[in-house]
């Protein structure tokens, strides 16, 4: 049934195509203009007002229009809005460099800034790939990477991820990617519980790694939970067993913390959880609070040693964007890390995950066709099964989850769902009664919308 649709979603459909959208569904369901935000609310252009449950693609940290962050903002615009950064600099680049190598895992001492989490990924598989090319191991030309593994949309994030709806059509183009089965807790072929268990399902990456580590350069993974493949989520044991097969077997480790990091697990950076230092970590989302687009790539002194030469070795990284290190940007992250270290944002992040899990558990506990409520963090997720002694999944083409996530917008309420997984990822500056209602109004819509399936059936 379509809706009646205003000027403004007129105009916007005549000439705007959506990301990660089929645009025909928009006939029916036209975006919904946002005209301001406040906190954890986006308001439309009627004054409805949406609690945004998923930070805005994970982005938002500390509320939209937060008046600490929009400040520094406008004070840079007038100051300096960007600068070339080949033989120029800033000085909120460089405190912003500092403060991330002074706060991230050791043996992390150089930063390479690039504009978004996909333009990160490619950094980290270039230099892995030309630090082996530039130390005399020219075979190493493979990327390890796990199956349900998301790591951006450019060719070569592409080529290591590991969802088949963002990039099977894209096959003939992509890399040639050695692919290990990953974790699933949920589904766990060795009936473990995560809380226990020694991941013994890393054993498949270091059967990959025992046969091909001569030809990999790198093993990519997202720390803790693989995001786009339905918030699935494994224990740091796995990382600190895969930090040691990458050393065993000397390929590089590539963590991905676009999604997970600053905060997002319940400390700074996933890896910590873990105790273990990447060769390479790569930053966005959350690094501007949700206003800027900006990434960083963190590495070790002995990758950027191998670049460090005369110029005429011709070993240098020659990798641009014309905004890396864009100063409005890396002005914004410098104060979104200095509110971390000010305003004790992580023991805020525990006190209210441990709060939002309290919820949840209790909610959820005997809803049907909840197969499972898993939480890291402030990162909580609700997995519908068709049967949940099964764990049977149901069938893509129902879209289930976009339908509960439509009739959840009615309530005031916004969580996109990933396929039949619907996850909250909420600012972190979420009230109590902000957070009971996102939860409440869940299991309410989740509760009308298997009832009216009932009904329809008869």
């Not at 992390?108 to 800034?113: A, E, I, M, P």
């Not at 009936?191 to 991941?199: D, F, K, L, V, Y």
């Amino acid at each position: 049934m379509k809706q009646e649709v205003t000027d403004l979603q007129a105009r916007d459909l005549r000439h705007i195509w959506h990301p990660c959208s089929q645009m025909k569904d928009y006939e029916a369901f036209p975006p919904i203009v946002i005209k301001k935000g406040q906190g954890v609310w986006l308001y439309d252009e009627h004054d409805k007002r949406y609690l945004d449950a998923v930070s805005s693609w994970w982005v938002n940290l500390f509320g939209h229009a937060n008046p600490r962050i929009s400040q520094v903002l406008s004070n840079q615009a007038f100051t300096l809005e960007h600068t070339i950064f080949a033989n120029f600099t800033h000085e909120p680049a460089i405190q912003l460099a500092e403060k991330l190598v002074a706060l991230s895992p050791p043996g992390l001492h150089k930063v390479f800034f690039a504009d978004n989490g996909s333009s990160a990924i490619e950094v980290a598989l270039k230099m892995s790939f030309q630090y082996h090319m530039q130390t005399g191991k020219s075979a190493k030309k493979r990327f390890l990477a796990l199956t349900d593994a998301y790591h951006g949309e450019t060719i070569g994030a592409l080529s290591v991820g590991g969802v088949g709806l963002y990039n099977e059509v894209f096959q003939p183009l992509l890399l040639d990617t050695v692919r290990a089965q990953g974790p699933d807790c949920f589904r766990c072929p060795f009936q473990e519980q995560p809380a226990s268990c020694n991941a013994p399902c890393s054993q498949f990456v270091e059967e990959q790694l025992k046969e091909h580590h001569e030809e990999i350069t790198a093993v990519i993974i997202e720390p803790l939970i693989q995001a786009a493949a339905g918030m699935k989520m494994y224990p740091p044991i796995y990382l600190k067993r895969l930090r040691a097969l990458c050393s065993q077997y000397d390929v590089h480790l590539i963590a991905d913390e676009v999604a997970v990091g600053f905060g997002r697990t319940g400390t700074l950076f996933a890896c910590e959880q873990a105790g273990v230092t990447p060769d390479f970590m790569c930053l966005s989302k959350g690094i501007t609070g949700g206003y800027l687009p900006l990434s960083a790539v963190l590495t070790s002194d002995q990758v950027y040693n191998a670049f460090y030469d005369e110029y005429g070795t011709m070993k240098a990284f020659l990798h641009s964007h014309s905004y890396s290190g864009n100063t409005l940007a890396c002005r914004v992250a410098l104060e979104v890390v200095t509110m971390f270290e000010e305003e004790q944002v992580i023991d805020m992040i525990q006190r209210k995950g441990q709060q939002m899990k309290n919820l949840a558990m209790t909610a959820f506990r005997d809803v049907p066709y909840v197969g499972e409520y898993r939480q890291v963090g402030l990162v909580g997720a609700i997995e519908l099964v068709a049967d949940c002694e099964t764990k049977e999944p149901f069938a893509s083409e129902e879209r289930i989850g976009y339908q509960i996530y439509r009739l959840a917008l009615t309530k005031g309420l916004l969580i996109r769902p990933l396929g039949n997984v619907l996850y909250f990822m909420p600012p972190y500056i979420i009230s109590n009664e902000e957070m009971s209602f996102m939860i409440d109004t869940t299991k309410e819509t989740i509760d009308q919308f298997f009832q009216d399936r009932r009904d329809e059936v008869g």
